[in-house]
């Protein structure tokens, strides 16, 4: 309970701007070559394409579905930050290590949250935002149904019988002798 | 008296607070999917001129602690600073560093000039720890407990008010929860 409060505090204090900042700032560096890596791990984790072409296919479909955390709009795929393609090794390490699509994802999920899914998934927190739409339609369907029933039976149901013996009387009568 | 006058009224305010309240949210802030999970296994070198690193096993010694991902290139990392030299100097709990995608010389100044609160860092110059830890930027900054379990993330920088309303009383919270089942065994 006050783990979720605080995480609830925590999330409405970040501070936003100047976080956004350093990314930019970041990605300046990344642009002007000044970063260098000397660490002999990364350069064993290079990123190249895997020589499977089914390997690769499915890599890429996963890789599409997940969200480069840094550009927000963009798939892992789409992306040239830093994050992004070490997330894109990552998921070709483990399609050629034979884990399945969803075995990955769930991976990238227990890191980020569904946040990193490019496309949310269908729970409880996420059924409006699916069914939004449906729903929309549907009440729009029945609102435009009882506007036509009413407007139909409303021009019968208004009037007294004697009225509406006139109305008939006037009909028939145009009807009778056109001028 | 015509109730469905009001309907676009009651529809205009609801929606106006949905916007009110929608437009507010800030899409940047990404909500951790560690908390109440274990850190992940890592062994991190440390800087060319220090002799200890920072490893998994140094969050899981019964203390509570932070651990803030920085980087000497990061001005928010420069900005919350100096609260950790403060907070390191009062002694109230630990601070563990990960130094993100940094140069060891930039680095290493960079601790020289502002000071180093830190008990241990672990240079992350490529990074790959840092992912295992869901960490997108710099800076950040975890509480963990004593067996290694992630309480808290914060993303940004931290600030006097985070740090003493939400970071600090957690840290006592906590230390208080471990005493008291200690004491029960």
């Known amino acids: 309970m006050i783990g979720i409060g605080l995480r609830l505090i925590g ?19 990344l642009l002007l070559g000044s970063v260098h890596f000397s660490d002999p791990a990364s350069a064993q984790r290079v990123e190249t394409p895997l ?27 789409d992306s040239n930050a830093e994050l992004a393609q070490q997330l894109r090794i990552i998921v070709r390490e483990r399609v050629a290590a034979g884990d399945s699509s969803r075995e990955i994802r769930a991976s990238m999920v227990a890191l980020y949250g569904d946040w990193v899914l490019m496309k ?5 927190t996420t059924g409006l935002l699916w069914a939004g739409p449906a729903l929309i339609f549907v009440f729009a369907l029945i609102g435009v149904i009882f506007y036509f029933r009413r407007r139909r039976t409303s021009g019968a ?4 019988p004697a009225e509406q013996a006139r109305v008939e009387a006037l009909l028939s009568d145009t009807g009778d002798q056109p001028e | 008296m015509r109730l469905r006058f009001f309907v676009p009224l009651v529809l205009f305010v609801l929606l106006a607070v949905a916007f009110a309240v929608g437009l507010t949210l800030k899409p940047r802030d990404i909500p951790s999917a560690l908390i109440g999970q274990p850190v992940p296994e890592f062994d991190l070198p440390p800087l060319p001129d220090r002799e200890l690193g920072f490893a998994s096993a140094d969050l899981r010694r ?121 004491a029960k065994q």
């Open chain 2, 62 to 182: 019964g203390e509570v602690s932070l651990v803030n991902v920085f980087a000497s290139w990061c001005v928010p990392c420069q900005a919350e600073h100096a609260l950790f030299v403060k907070l390191n100097q009062s002694g109230q709990v630990p601070i563990f560093g990960i130094n993100y995608r940094d140069k060891p010389d930039d680095a290493i100044r960079w601790l020289k000039a502002l000071g180093d609160p830190y008990t241990q860092i672990g240079a992350d110059f490529d990074t790959w720890v840092s992912i295992d830890w869901g960490v997108y930027g710099v800076p950040e900054t975890f509480v963990v407990d004593g067996n290694g379990t992630i309480l808290l993330k914060h993303v940004g920088q931290v600030t006097e008010d985070i740090l003493i309303e939400t970071i600090l009383p957690l840290v006592e919270t906590t230390r208080e929860q471990a005493a008291a089942s200690r």
């Open chain 1, 11 to 29: 999330g409405l204090r970040m501070i936003v701007g100047v976080r956004l900042v350093a990314v930019q700032f970041l990605g300046t560096l």
């Open chain 1, 157 to 160: 149901a208004g009037l007294t």
């Open chain 1, 120 to 124: 949310p998934p269908f729970k409880a």
């Open chain 1, 51 to 77: 020589s499977d072409p089914v390997d690769e296919a499915r890599a890429r479909s996963v890789m599409t579905g997940l969200r480069c955390l840094v550009c927000q709009n963009q798939s892992i795929v």
